[in-house]
């Protein structure tokens, strides 16, 4: 193990109780998570949040509360660093102009880069749909703090 791995994620929550999920798939691996990715070298986390936003959502965002830092060990699944991973509960500025999917890993097109997302009610959030461990923790969390209880 060389290095840390800083990444940010931004937990985007509608007023239908619903999570926004990005699906992707790169050099051939898929997997789903929590729009965000890494912090660039001399960036703060709500900067590297908010760019994270605009490059893959294209939409402004307002960061809300902190949600969750990792707490345990957890290697990269691309390289040998070790991931620390911070999510950010935040609301977008202006409503999402995306293409919104309603099948997991439903791409548009071809090509080494593929994402599209999803909008999931955080009751049925699959645990199992979520691809890495710190996201499924979060996922978990994000179940026993979001879950409505009416349905």
């Given at each position: 193990m060389s290095y840390f791995n800083v990444r940010v994620y931004g937990l985007l929550i509608n007023h239908n109780n619903e999570v926004l999920v990005s699906d992707e798939q790169e050099y051939g691996i898929r997997f789903s998570k929590f729009p965000g990715g890494g912090l660039e070298l001399g960036e703060g986390l709500i900067d590297g949040l908010k760019r994270e936003f605009v490059e893959e959502c294209q939409a402004e965002i307002e960061v809300l509360a902190h949600f969750y830092t990792t707490d345990f060990f957890e290697k990269s699944s691309f390289n040998d660093?070790?991931?620390i991973s911070i999510y950010y509960l935040v609301k977008e500025k202006a409503p999402l102009k995306?293409?919104?999917?309603?099948?997991?890993?439903?791409?548009?097109?071809d090509g080494e880069l593929l994402q599209a997302f999803r909008w999931v009610k955080i009751n049925n959030l699959s645990i199992d749909e979520i691809t890495f461990r710190t996201d499924k923790t979060v996922a978990e969390l994000l179940k026993k703090q979001f879950a409505d209880s009416s349905i």
């Open positions: 660093s070790q991931l995306l293409a919104f999917k309603t099948k997991i890993y439903d791409f548009d097109g």
